[in-house]
């Protein structure tokens, strides 16, 4: 049984492949002395339009800076598409590994290959092989192949000098029995060593590696904690109990226990790998996972953001990684924008008390409570805020269709009318909310830009702040005085994100005018609920 980790390669994923020289070395002697002999220290690749650490280039000259013991059998993966990309095949790989094996520090190489470039990159493998290196190809994204097109490529396979053919579980989408039922038809007509590479969306990845194991497969992949692309892969200090039991070895792993605490530990809690219910998602639905891995990532991606970008990929399919899928997976309005409710029947000429989300509404509910009773402002409520009074509530506004269908039943059961873009919102929120009275304004979303006509409006972002903002200024609205709108504490990116929102809709013609009542980290105006608000 080969035990393969890779830990440094595809960890690589989270922290740009710079990892120290510490961890480096205590990494290598961990995996000795847990009997784990066949490492991938990093990628090799000649991309460089970024800063990335050693690992993402594992040049011989690195290597020969780590004190790799003789018992190792050294790994570097290249991606397949830098081998059948711009330069000729040869060219590539030239450029690569200038050396023979025989004067490298490097023993084996993996080539990781999308279905598409297989026929096309196999042929690297009879160029390595020269050289002394062995070679594997890693079949990456197979779940969703026919049985007629994965014994194809196995059989294409056959006619190269690989050491090992692996699959990957690519999307974290698969059980044990779809890994027994495509490890039983690559072996229909590959008859050499196999393995397989698994990821743990859906939190099945050892699962999937022992019951590959039990299938016949002789080469298993595993990183440290998992950390890996996405949710990550098998951990290695699982596999490698599951597998000394196995082979009733003994191994010693209290210096890879030390290093999990050392360095591991605190890495997860700062970059967050490992499954999650998103990853869970992205993998029972087949959506690349780096698309997670991008908006966890990210803060400027709220709950309802994920999800919503979860089903439009699981609509239109999110295999294939792409920023700019994921730029218009955001914004799920499509076709230009209608409505049929006019704001200026409700806003027009009125002060409204615009409550926000945030603590501050209930912190100074009483205060509140008793300036709409005094003052009579039209009090607009965001989604569910339910921090004062039923009863001092006017309207609420939401847009967002993931929040709409998520607080569906809390929306049937609070009394006010609903803003809503109606008309634009998928079926299924459509007759979720049939039963509530529903002002349809509508929106579009389009960077940078705030418009404000009769019955829709234009916007920058699918905040529900942006809309009910946009729906005053439709109304025209003589003020917006503004509760629970405390933005983020520390370096939140979100607060100058909404900073320069509210900054684009005050320069806007016809907006509104903003005075907020509670405390906020935002650039606007500012009064006290407790004082005269003039």
Request: with cysteine; proline share 5%.
């Amino acid at each position: 049984m080969k035990h393969l980790d890779c830990t440094l390669r595809d960890g690589g994923y989270y922290n740009n492949w710079n990892f120290s020289e510490t961890l480096v070395a205590q990494y290598i002697a961990a995996m000795q002395a847990a009997g784990i002999h066949t490492i991938e220290l990093g990628l090799r690749s000649l991309k460089n339009n970024k800063f990335s650490g050693a690992c993402a280039y594992t040049t011989d000259n690195f290597l020969r800076t780590l004190a790799i013991p003789p018992c190792f059998t050294v790994g570097v993966m290249v991606n397949a598409s830098e081998l059948v990309g711009q330069l000729p095949l040869q060219q590539a790989l030239n450029l690569l590994f200038p050396v023979r094996a025989d004067d490298s520090p490097i023993d084996l190489v993996r080539i990781a290959c999308h279905v598409h470039e297989f026929a096309d990159a196999l042929p690297a493998s009879n160029w390595l092989k020269e050289r002394g290196y062995q070679v594997g190809f890693n079949l990456m994204q197979v779940a969703n192949c026919s049985e007629r097109e994965i014994k194809s490529l196995a059989k294409l396979a056959t006619g190269f000098p690989l050491d090992v053919l692996y699959f990957a579980d690519s999307m974290g989408s698969m059980s044990p029995d779809d890994v027994a039922e495509i490890i039983k038809w690559i072996k229909s007509e590959w008859h050499g060593p196999l393995g397989i590479h698994t990821h743990d969306n859906l939190g099945l990845a050892l699962s999937n590696s022992l019951r590959a194991m039990d299938e016949g497969v002789t080469w298993i992949d595993s990183t440290v904690t998992g950390m890996g692309r996405g949710p990550g892969n098998a951990r290695t200090e699982e596999l490698a109990i599951e597998i000394s039991a196995r082979e009733q070895k003994a191994s010693n792993f209290i210096p890879l226990m030390q290093l999990l605490r050392e360095h591991f530990k605190p890495m997860q809690a700062e970059y967050g790998w490992g499954t999650n219910p998103y990853y869970y998602l992205a993998g029972k639905y087949g959506i690349h996972p780096t698309y997670i891995q991008q908006m966890l990532s990210d803060s400027r991606f709220g709950e309802e953001d994920i999800l919503a970008v979860i089903e439009h990929l699981r609509k239109e399919g999110g295999k294939k990684y792409s920023e700019n899928t994921l730029d218009a997976a955001r914004h799920f309005y499509q076709g230009n924008p209608t409505g049929n409710w006019l704001p200026e029947s409700l806003f027009l000429e009125k002060e409204v008390l615009l409550l926000g989300t945030g603590p501050g509404v209930a912190a100074h509910r009483r205060a509140l409570e008793q300036f709409i009773t005094e003052h009579k402002p039209l009090v607009v409520a965001l989604n569910t805020q339910s921090s004062i009074a039923a009863e001092f509530i006017d309207v609420r506004v939401a847009c967002h269709p993931v929040r709409l269908l998520a607080d569906c039943e809390a929306h049937i059961n609070l009394p006010q009318p609903l803003i809503t873009p109606f008309s634009m919102l998928p079926a299924d929120v459509q007759d979720a909310l049939r039963s509530k009275n529903i002002f349809d304004y509508g929106l579009n979303v389009q960077s940078e830009k705030f418009s404000f006509e009769e019955t829709h409006c234009t916007i920058p972002t699918s905040l529900v702040v942006a809309y009910a903002l946009a729906v005053a200024a439709s109304g025209k609205a003589k003020r917006i005085l503004m509760a629970g709108f405390d933005g983020y504490t520390g370096e939140d990116p979100r607060n100058a994100d909404t900073n320069n929102l509210l900054k684009k809709y005050q320069e806007t013609p016809g907006s509104t005018p903003l005075l907020c009542l509670t405390p906020t980290r935002y650039d606007i105006k500012c009064q006290s609920i407790y004082g005269p608000v003039k």
